[in-house]
């Protein structure tokens, strides 16, 4: 029997990424985090700065958990206030994310 060993990690990232964002229609932000790459780097600041979780699982797609990533309320909240940090630190970072914003709607147009 094969197994393969997944990052249960990304999923719940992408989600509460896609959760903190949705969370602030109006804000300027979410505009910025519309575009590709500041979004990657988003994922990867993230990510830099957590613990990986791992499943693994069989042939037979059977699911083992070896231990259920973000689960407590306590975490949920740190890997909000994580991804919130990093939104700010990337604007800071990426000052001209206004010239990119409306360079990458002005291509999305045309």
Request: charged share 25%.
């Amino acid at each position: 029997m094969s197994y393969q060993l997944i990052n249960s990690t990304l999923p719940i990232v992408l989600e509460e990424i896609e959760n903190v964002l949705e969370e602030s229609p109006n804000c300027p932000y979410r505009a910025a985090f519309i575009i590709p790459e500041l979004r990657e780097k988003l994922i990867d600041y993230v990510l830099s700065k957590i613990p990986h979780y791992y499943t693994i699982e069989s042939s037979k797609s059977s699911i083992k958990q070896l231990r259920p990533p973000f689960r407590l309320l306590e975490q949920r909240l740190q890997l909000e206030n994580l991804i919130r940090k990093g939104i700010f630190e990337l604007i800071r970072e990426n000052t001209d994310w206004e010239n990119f914003r409306f360079s990458h709607t002005e291509e999305s147009n045309t």
